[in-house]
């Protein structure tokens, strides 16, 4: 499916393609969502409040960051985290990338970088545990994301995905999802779409289940995480 062009936030779909209006799990995931994201964030407050003052303190900086990226139905939304890059990160990504054609490349091919110049020290320890995702948790209260579900994606991705894109727009993208606790950053890109395009096509409550209990020690092993 080519995404040729997008009318009030909604992707351009022929008539074989009909809107989808309900995402994937329906009411029985999103109750789970609200449930579990509420009581993530009373549980992890304490170190939401301490992670906003080592970020806001470190570099007198913004403390959150929202990207924009294509969620359910194609509608976009600002996909939160904690702030982990200096201000001027686009214009340090420019000119790191034209000074380094084999950086340029990696970036081409994944869309990130393993030694990516514009990283803070504070970020870097919040992305290696993956804390910088914790406001993401307001995001699926919002109704943008889901616990579990496909990366959340932009749409120069979604463009080159062809007949898969509709598996995105079918569901909430996820905090966590079947990519990240099967070696995230260290699948290839191919990989990733593979394992985002399985989990819709054989969703079940039990599934979302396994991959949160799974997602504990990738995330203490700090598996792929850059």
């Known amino acids: 499916m080519k995404l040729a062009t997008r009318s009030a936030g909604l992707p351009f779909m022929d008539a074989g393609e009909a809107s989808l209006s309900l995402a994937t799990g329906g009411v029985a995931k999103r109750s789970f969502d609200i449930t579990a994201a509420l009581a993530a964030l009373i549980i992890f407050s304490p170190i939401f409040l301490l992670i906003m003052a080592l970020v806001k303190f470190s570099d007198g900086g913004s403390i959150f960051y929202g990207h924009r990226r294509v969620g359910h139905n194609g509608r976009y939304f600002h996909c939160l985290k904690f702030r982990t890059m200096v201000m001027n990160g686009d214009e ?135």
């Not at 993208?173 to 995230?184: F, K, V």
């Not at 399985?198 to 700090?222: E, F, G, H, M, R």
């Open 92 to 226: 340090v990504l420019r000119a790191y990338l034209k000074a380094n054609p084999s950086a340029a490349e990696e970036w081409r091919k994944t869309r990130k970088l393993r030694d990516d110049p514009r990283v803070t020290a504070v970020g870097a320890v919040l992305r290696k545990l993956s804390l910088d995702e914790l406001p993401q948790l307001i995001n699926i209260l919002r109704g943008d994301m889901s616990v579990v579900g496909p990366r959340p994606v932009v749409d120069d991705e979604l463009n080159i995905y062809d007949a898969d894109a509709i598996y995105y727009l079918s569901t909430r993208p996820g905090l966590t999802g079947l990519w990240q606790i099967s070696g995230r950053n260290d699948v290839s890109y191919e990989s990733r779409i593979a394992f985002d395009t399985q989990y819709v096509q054989n969703w079940s409550l039990v599934q979302d289940l396994l991959i949160i209990a799974k997602t504990i020690p990738a995330v203490c092993l700090s598996r792929g995480s850059y």
